[in-house]
Every structure is written in structure tokens, then in C-alpha cells.
């Protein structure tokens, strides 16, 4: 069984401060992990993804995640954050396997102040 | 980068209406997925498709939802007869694996029941 659980519910940040967006998951399989933001009334974009290859994985608009198996983690950062950052970021995770189905964080609001 | 398209990005109905949801998945992408977030709500998945038929569906997938794949291009989700609460942003997503797995969502229709 998989599971995904975003930390927070909401995180406030300054603009040009860091951003750091957290996520758990658990999962009996190998996991492909992402990270989608999704802007008031618009759809999901897709920020990053871990498919088991580097740890490191470097995004769209300077984000970055590093996926920690011995921490379960895979926590989205990023080094400066601009006022178009804030929306809502959902931590995803995915399984291979036929017939699977993929599980959504609850999501954290990601407010930036002038 | 291959786009997953939907279509209507929004759509007004009447209680009791029919609703049909259209997706072009990517080409050579073989499953296929629904998912809806009631607004201010948390992403739920809806129903898994594959070879043609469902791999795995929701309790929320009841009788009222049908989904096909008509043509080997489109996927549609249908509600028979819509509800209230079936008000909704409806995401389509389509998963390949080559290599790596990529799941892409579309930007998802806007269903709105009066």
C-alpha cells in the first residue's frame, strides 16, 4: 500500500527567503514521486519527478527535491522564492504495477509576502 | 513537450443532465486515469483504464460514471445524470513507460451543477 503525507497544511515565507515544502511517504514498491503546483482555478503542472535515478532532482522554475529512501522523504525546496510561487503543492506518489493508481498529498498552500 | 488536452476547460449543466468529459491522452501512452478535486478539497482518484477496459475505480466511481476510449485517441468520463456534488474539477492523466515513468495530467475541466 502506498501513502503520501505533506507536513504542512500552509507555509509562509518572504519573498527571495527559502522555501522548503515537506513530504513523507510510504510504499511497499520501488515509488516514482513528483511534485505538482497548481495556480488558483488551473490545473496541475508538473514541477518535478523522481524515477529512481539521481536523488537529486531539479525542476521547473528553480525547484528542486531530494528524495531520501532511508528518511522516506522527498522534500520540495527552493532557494529564493518569488510572489508567483504561491499556490497549492501537491507531493505525489506512483507505483509500478498493473492496474495501480496514484495517491495525492492533501497538499500545502504556499503563501509569499512583499 | 507532449501535452495532455481536455476538453471543455469548463462546463455548466443542470441537476440530472448528462455530462460527457473528453481527453487525447499522450500517443503512446496505455493507461489512463480520472481524477476530480472538489474544490478546496483534496485530489481524489476516480478510475484506472487499460487494454480497454478498467484496471481499478473508486467508491466514488459508482454507476452513474462510465468511462471509454471510442476511438483509440479519446477517453471520455461520462455522468449520467449529474448531481450537485458531482461539481468538480475533473482531471484526466495518462501514464508510458519508456524508460521512465511519466504521468501527465491535462489542466483539467471545470464542471460546475446547478
Known amino acids: 500500500a502506498q501513502s503520501v503525507t505533506q507536513l504542512d497544511s500552509h507555509v509562509s515565507v518572504s519573498e527571495g527567503t527559502p522555501v522548503l515544502l515537506r513530504c513523507n511517504y510510504s510504499?511497499?514498491?520501488?515509488?516514482?514521486l513528483f511534485w505538482y503546483v497548481q495556480h488558483p482555478n488551473k490545473g496541475l503542472q508538473l514541477l518535478l519527478k523522481y524515477t529512481s535515478a539521481a536523488t537529486l532532482v531539479k525542476g521547473i522554475n528553480g525547484f528542486e527535491a531530494e528524495f531520501k529512501k532511508s528518511e522516506t522523504s522527498f522534500h520540495l525546496t527552493k532557494p529564493s522564492a518569488h510572489m508567483s510561487d504561491a499556490a497549492e503543492y501537491f507531493c505525489v506518489v506512483s507505483p509500478i504495477t498493473g492496474g495501480f493508481k496514484t495517491i495525492f498529498g492533501a497538499g500545502t498552500r504556499l503563501f509569499v509576502k512583499a | 513537450e507532449p501535452e495532455v488536452t481536455q476538453t471543455p476547460s469548463h462546463q455548466v449543466t443542470q441537476m440530472g443532465q448528462e455530462v460527457i468529459l473528453r481527453c487525447v491522452p499522450i500517443?503512446?501512452?496505455?493507461?489512463f486515469y480520472w481524477y476530480r478535486q472538489i474544490l478546496g478539497q483534496k485530489v481524489e482518484f476516480l478510475v484506472s483504464f487499460y487494454n480497454n477496459e478498467i484496471s481499478e475505480k473508486s467508491e466514488i466511481f459508482d454507476d452513474q460514471f462510465s468511462v471509454e476510449r471510442p476511438d483509440g485517441s479519446n477517453f471520455t468520463l461520462k455522468i449520467r445524470s449529474t448531481k450537485l456534488e458531482d461539481s468538480a474539477m475533473y482531471f484526466c492523466?495518462?501514464?508510458?513507460?519508456?524508460?521512465?515513468?511519466?504521468?501527465?495530467f491535462g489542466a483539467g475541466s471545470r464542471l460546475t451543477v446547478l
Open positions: 492523466a495518462s501514464f508510458g513507460i519508456s524508460g521512465a515513468n511519466v504521468l501527465t
Open positions: 510504499s511497499s514498491y520501488s515509488p516514482s
Open positions: 500517443s503512446n501512452h496505455l493507461y
